[in-house]
C-alpha cells in the first residue's frame, strides 16, 4: 500500500466524479460557444460611418468626455443644431485621450474631443490627426476661472513663487497642467524646475490636498468648488495667468475622414461652431445641460465657474501651448502647428 | 445536501456578521472625522445613494451589460483555457515548449492593451472582452496546467496498460485530479474577470456598471460613486458564492469538501 | 534534460511568435501597430541610454519596481501562507472573514487604489499594499485548498502522534499544502507584476508602469511597447528565479512523483 502525502487525489470515487464531469464541460462549452458567437457577430449597434440614418440624416458618433468642458455639444444636440446640418449625432462617453484618439484613429468615432497638447503630441509622432473646431478656453479672468492650483491655508503657500520645492498634483504628467503651473511659477519669480509634480486623478485631489498628501494641485470644475469647500485656497489661476485666450481642448477628426467625407465635416463644423456660439450666450441652459450627462451635485453645479466658449479656431493658439510645451520639456523638437489646422 | 443544518446555518451567521461589522466601521471612521466625509461618505450616506440608484432604469441596464461582458469572458476563458490546458498538460513537449512563452505573456496587464483593444473594436464590449478574456484565460491556464501535472505516476501507467485511450485517460484520470486546481483557476479567473470587466468599462467607456461609476468619479458625485463601488462588491461576493457552490457540486467527492461533513 | 535542450525549449516558441510578429507588422501604417523592427530599435535607447548607467530608465524606474515588487510580493506570501493555513484549518474563521474579503477583492484597483490613497498617502508603502493586498489572493486561495484537501487518514496520523499545533503546522500542513501552495505562489507573481504597474498608474513619480502608462498617453507608442515587452522579460525572469528557489522546496514531492513513477 502507497501512503500518499499532499492533496489526496482518491480516484476510488471516479466513476462517480465522472457523470459530473460530463455533465457539466458539455454544457458549459455550448454555453461558451454560444456566447462567443453572439459576441464576435453583434456589434455594439454604433452606426456605420457614411451611411444614411433614418429620414436622410448621416449618422456620426462623437466621443466625448463627462466633463464641463463638452456642455456645448450636449446643448447643441439638444437644440437641434446638428439635425439641421443633416447629422444624427450620438455622443459617446469614453474616459479620456487613451480610449478617443484610437476609436476616432480607426474611424470607430467620427470626431473626439480631446486636449490640445495631447493633440500635439498626437500629431508630433505621426498620428493623422484635425482639429476642426476649439472646445473650451480659459474664461481669462484671474479670480474667477474653472481651473485653479489650490492649497491649504496653513501650507505656507501664498503664491506660486512658493510653489517651488513643494509637490503640485497634476491630472497628467507633461501636459498642460504642470508646462500653465511651471510657467505662473517662473513668471512670479520661482524656479519652476524645483516644483515636484505629482500625477493623480481630478476627483482624487480634493482629498489629497486636503489631508496634505500633496502640498498643492491644480484642478479643474468641478472638483476646483469641491476642494474650495473643503477649505482649501486658490494659489493662482494658473490658465488665465498664462493667456487670457488660452485655448485648453479641441474637437478634432483624421486626415482620413476629411478626405473621405468633406461634406460632414463641414457640416459637423458649422453645427458645432453654432452650438459654441449659443452655449456661450445662454450660460444657464448651458449650466442645465451638465443633468444629461453628469451627476454633478446640484450646490456644486450652480456655485462653480464655467469655461469660456468661442467658435473661432485660430492657429496660434495652437502654437501658444506648442511653445509652452516645447520651453518645459513636453516637445522634444518643436511641433509642427499647421499640421493640425483644418 | 453535504453540510448539516446547523454547520450551514453557522457559516450564513458568521457571513453576516462579517459584513455587517464591515458596515459599522465604514460608518464609524468617517463619522468620527478619521476621514473626511465628503471623501469617504459613512454607510448611511452610501446606502441612501444606492437605494436611488437602483430605482433609475439605466443602473439595471448597466448591471445587465456588466454580467453578459463578464460571463462571455469568463466562459470563453475557461473553455480555452481547460482545454488548452489539458492538451499543453498531457504532451510533455508542448509544456515544455510553451512554458517561456506563457511566463512572457501572463504577466503584461491588459490595462496595456486598452489602445489596440479599442483601435480593433472601438468601445464596445469587445474591447473590454479582450481584456477580461487576456487577464483571466491564464489564471485557469496555469491552474488546469499544474493540476493536470498532479496525476499521480502510478495510476497513469495503471491506465496505460489498460490501454486506455486518451480520451478515457482524461475522463477518468487526468480530469478528476486536475478538477480542484480547475475549481480554484475558476474562482480566481471569475474574479479576475469581474474587475477586469469594471475597469474595461471605467477605463474604454464600454456600457456597464464601470461606466456609470466613471462618471460619478468625474463628477465628484462621490455617495454615488461609492454605492456603485459598493455594488460591484456585492457581485464579487455573489460571484463567490455562485463559484464555491459549483466547486461543491462537482468537488463532492474530494476530501476537502467531504472533511466539512465530519 | 540537456542545457541545449533547454534553452532550446525556452527560445523556440517565442522567436517562432516573434518572426510571425515582425513579419505581419513589417509594413504597418497604423500608428498603434508599429513595425516590430521600430519597437526592437527603441528598446535600447528607451531603457538604457543616458549619461551615466545611473541615469538610466532601467536604473531610475525598473529598479525601483522590482523593489517595490520583491516587497509587496514577500509581504504577500507570508501572510498569504499564515493566513491560509488557518483560515484553511479553522473554519469559523473563514465564514467570518469570506463574504468581506471576496467583497474588497471584487472593487477593481482604479477605484480601489483612490480609497486606499486617503489612507496610505501617495508613496511607497501606498504601493506595496496595493501589490500585497492582490499578490495575496492566489497565494490565499490556494494555500486554503492545500490545507483543506489534505488525506484526512495523515490529519489522524498526526493527532495520533501528538503533534502539537506548531509541529502539526511544520510538519503535515506546510508540507502537505505545499504543491499547491507553489502554484499559488506562482500566480500571485504574475499577478504581482500586473499590480505593480496598476499601482504606478496613480500618484507616481517612476517606475516601469509609470513609464509605460506615460508613453501611452503621450502616443509614443513603440516606446509603450518596449516597455511590454520588458515587463514579459520581467515576467520570465522571475518565474526562472522562482523555479530555482521552489525546486529546492518541493525536491521532496518531485522525487516522490518520480519513485512513484519507478514502481512502489
Known sequence: MTVHSGPDRSRENTVLGKPVARRTVPAVVAAAAALTLAACSGSSGEPEPGASGDGGLTPVTVGVIPIVDVAPIYLGVEQGFFEDEGLDVTLELAQGGAAIVPAVVSGEYEFGFSNVTSLLLASQQGLPLKVVAPGNLTTGEVGKDFAAVVAMPDSGIEDAADLAGKTVAVNTLNNIGDTTVSAVVDAAGGDASKVEFVEMGFPDMPAAVESGQVDAAWILEPHLTRALQSGAEPVSWNYAEVDPNLLIAAYFTTEQQTAKDPETVDAFTAALKESLSYAEEHPDETRAVLDSYTEIDPAVKDAMVMPRFTPDLDEAQLQLLADLGEQYGVFEEPVDVSALMP | ?262 | MSVVRSVLYAVGLPLLLLAAWWVATADSQSPFNPPLSEILATFGPTWFSGDTFADTRFVQDILPSLGRLLVGYSVALVVGIGLGVLIGAVRPLREFAEPVLEFFRAIPPPVMVPVLMLFLGVGTSMRVFVIATGALWPILLNTVEGVRGLDPVLKDTARAFRLGRWGRFRRLMLPGASPQIVTGARQALSIAIILMVISEMFAAKDGLGFSVVQFQRSFAIPEMWSGVIMLGLLGVLLSFVFRIATGAVLAWYHGYLQAQRGGA
Do not use: C
Open chain 2, 1 to 262: 445536501m453535504s453540510r448539516g443544518r446547523p454547520l450551514a446555518h453557522r457559516a450564513v451567521w458568521l457571513g453576516i456578521a462579517g459584513v455587517v461589522t464591515l458596515l459599522v466601521v465604514l460608518q464609524v471612521v468617517p463619522a468620527t472625522g478619521l476621514v473626511n466625509p465628503d471623501f469617504l461618505p459613512p454607510t448611511t450616506e452610501i446606502l441612501a445613494a444606492l437605494v436611488e440608484r437602483v430605482q433609475t432604469p439605466e443602473f439595471w441596464t448597466a448591471l445587465g451589460d456588466t454580467l453578459v461582458t463578464w460571463i462571455t469572458g469568463l466562459a470563453i476563458s475557461v473553455v480555452a483555457g481547460v482545454v488548452l490546458g489539458v492538451v499543453i498538460g498531457m504532451v510533455p513537449f508542448l509544456r515544455a515548449a510553451t512554458a517561456s512563452t506563457i511566463e512572457f505573456l501572463r504577466p503584461v496587464p491588459s490595462v496595456a492593451l486598452i489602445p489596440i483593444a479599442v483601435l480593433l473594436w472601438g468601445t464596445g464590449m469587445q474591447a473590454t472582452l479582450l481584456l477580461v478574456v487576456y487577464a483571466s484565460f491564464w489564471q485557469v491556464l496555469v491552474q488546469v496546467l499544474a493540476g493536470v501535472q498532479d496525476v499521480d505516476p502510478v495510476a497513469s501507467d495503471t491506465a496505460r496498460s489498460y490501454r486506455f485511450s486518451v480520451l478515457a485517460r482524461v475522463r477518468t484520470l487526468v480530469w478528476p485530479t486536475a478538477l480542484p486546481y480547475v475549481m480554484t483557476g475558476l474562482r480566481l479567473g471569475a474574479a479576475v474577470a469581474l474587475i477586469l470587466t469594471v475597469t474595461g468599462e471605467m477605463l474604454i467607456g464600454t456600457p456597464g456598471i464601470g461606466k456609470l461609476l466613471a462618471v460619478a468619479r468625474e463628477s465628484g458625485a462621490v455617495p454615488s460613486m461609492y454605492a456603485l463601488v459598493v455594488v460591484t462588491g456585492l457581485l464579487g461576493v455573489a460571484v463567490n458564492l455562485l463559484a464555491r457552490a459549483l466547486e461543491h457540486r462537482a468537488l463532492f467527492w474530494h476530501p476537502s469538501v467531504r472533511g466539512e461533513v465530519l
